[in-house]
């Protein structure tokens, strides 16, 4: 019912910085909470950041806590992650997800979430 698509990865480089950014169709975007995750090789999946429904409440991965920032505009039903000081070990495939019917809060859990990305690929080298 929903689909969301990734954009925005690519190589960069330490000290530098990313947005990614997932635009959704299919549902009501402003009715979902909405997560970042990443898996790396080898890794389990990794939450990294997750939004509720009217942005005022936000998670963040203690790995990335003060250097990704996640956003949402509801107008253009998307939502973004900014990576700023990206590191090596941040190298990983990144997936947006939706919660079709989360309560007011941001779920952390990955099966919490209905609906995701196909994935971006963001490699943080020098």
């Known amino acids: 019912q929903v689909q969301l698509v990734e954009s925005g990865g690519g190589l960069v480089q330490p000290g530098d910085s990313l947005r990614l950014s997932c635009a959704a169709s299919?549902?009501?975007?402003?009715?979902?909470?909405l997560g970042w995750f990443r898996q790396a090789p080898g890794k389990d999946r990794e939450t990294v950041a997750s939004i509720n429904r009217s942005g005022g409440i936000t998670y963040y991965g203690d790995s990335v806590k003060g250097r990704f920032t996640i956003s949402r505009d509801n107008a253009k039903n998307t939502v973004y992650l900014q990576m700023n000081s990206p590191k090596p070990e941040n190298t990983a495939v990144y997936y947006c997800?939706?919660?079709?019917?989360?309560?007011?809060?941001?779920?952390?859990?990955?099966?919490?979430?209905?609906?995701w990305g196909q994935g971006a690929q963001v490699t943080v080298s020098s």
């Open positions: 299919g549902g009501t975007f402003s009715s979902y909470a």
């Open positions: 997800a939706a919660d079709r019917v989360p309560g007011w809060s941001a779920p952390r859990r990955a099966s919490e979430y209905d609906y």
